[in-house]
């Protein structure tokens, strides 16, 4: 058990210019004509730069507003359809070294019940998870020498590994603190499918306010530079994420389409997702609400990411309401957790209400994955579990060649309808298989005619008819 080393990956630097940010965020309103200049750019499926995303940001005009939130409506359904993918959280451990002022994990926060899963545990985790329903997974580590690379690789082996009925998890994320090049070939070996540093702000003052300097989480590089050395170390997919109410939101999403464009400029990779979770109440935990987002600035955020980074995926998770998630969805959104506990063990031993010294911060979601599954549906999404780019190789640069032209949505509805047959089969509630079913037969209405539209046709009633699982194109 130790830490990883503190080095830097080659070239490391520092990119997150906050006088240019800043310069950006004022200066005249943008006018009507310029904003849709940059809309259309965007709905020609080409990445916005970090000044046309500031322009986007900038308009304070409510009908402008309406258009940027259309236009991330057409651009969502242009590139991934009416799917959204469906994951879970798993807690493993809260022990942590850090001290950052927003977490209820910190370690001066004392009411916090500290707990690490043991490989059994785990394993009991993984297999409610499974019996649920659930094939895709992030495991969530606070930052501690206890979870080196060689325990999270082993946790990983340990998670795919679990059987239980026609069970199986076919994708498991990582959400942990950055490691040395050394530590990201291990968990890579392992298996992970996205490796996920929040930076939580790239605002520099604020950073180094929220994150005491005695601390590693202090060093604003190492985290900045994490990413980078994930992908030096050969990780195919990575995701970003900024924790929202921190420090001004206009300023994080510049921010973060900068570190998207970064990326993307040293690597030939972007981000395959970013995250922008909310500040949520946690235990042991005082906030100060200056720059608490409200939802209407929520719902702008995700629409100009959309429009920014057509083809990074965009998560939303349960820390907001049922309703706004519901509202949320249109605007971009292409990943959201459902039926999530995140206290440790809280799987199988958590009741009805959410024990605030277990959790990292509180849920404002905590509907089962059956429930969100059938509102999903009854909204005309197609609920997905596939894992099949991930394991057909088409991840990180080669992912891109594939969604750039679009192939992408072709696979994803066909598979997406499997992984959904699959679930109405083994774990459906009779009201979700009645709507899914429904859901399933008006699809294939939709779908061309042609060679995909019998195979998927052909491997639907294999799942069916012959109890044949885990049929990906
Ligand atoms: S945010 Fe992460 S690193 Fe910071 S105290 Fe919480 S668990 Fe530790």
Partial sequence: MSLPSMNLSANAVDFIDEGHLHGLLSGEKPSAVR?????????????????????????????LHEEIFAAARQLKETVYGNRIVLFAPLYIGNDCINDCTYCAFKRSNFRAIRRTLTPEEVRLQVTALQDHGHKRLILVFGEHSRYDADFIAETVRNVYSVRSGHGEIRRV???AAPLDVEGYRKVKDAGIGTYQIFMETYHHATYAAMHPGNTRKGNYLYRLDGLSRAFEAGCDDV????????????????????HALYLQERFNVGPHTLSFPRLRPASGVKFDEKFFTTDAEFKRIIAILRLAVPYTGLILTAREKPELRRELMSFGVSQIDAGSRI?????????????????????ADIRSLDDVMCQLMSDGYVPSFCTSCYRSGRTGEHFMEFSIPGFIKRFCTPNALLT????????????TRRVGEKLISEELERMEDGDMKQRTIKQLEEIKQRHVRDIYF
């Fill in 35 to 63: 904003i849709r200049e940059i809309i259309s750019k965007s709905l020609n499926k080409e990445a916005l730069s970090v000044e046309e995303t500031a322009v986007l940001v900038r308009t304070d005009d409510p009908a």
């Fill in 173 to 175: 994320n990582i959400n």
């Fill in 239 to 258: 995701g970003l994420g900024v924790l929202f109410g921190l420090y001004d939101w206009r300023f994080e999403v510049l921010a973060m389409v900068r």
């Fill in 343 to 363: 206290e440790l063990g809280g799987y199988t031993e958590a009741g009805d209400a959410q024990v605030m010294e277990r959790e990292q911060f509180s849920l």
């Fill in 420 to 431: 959904l047959q699959e679930y109405l089969m083994d774990y459906a509630s009779p009201e």
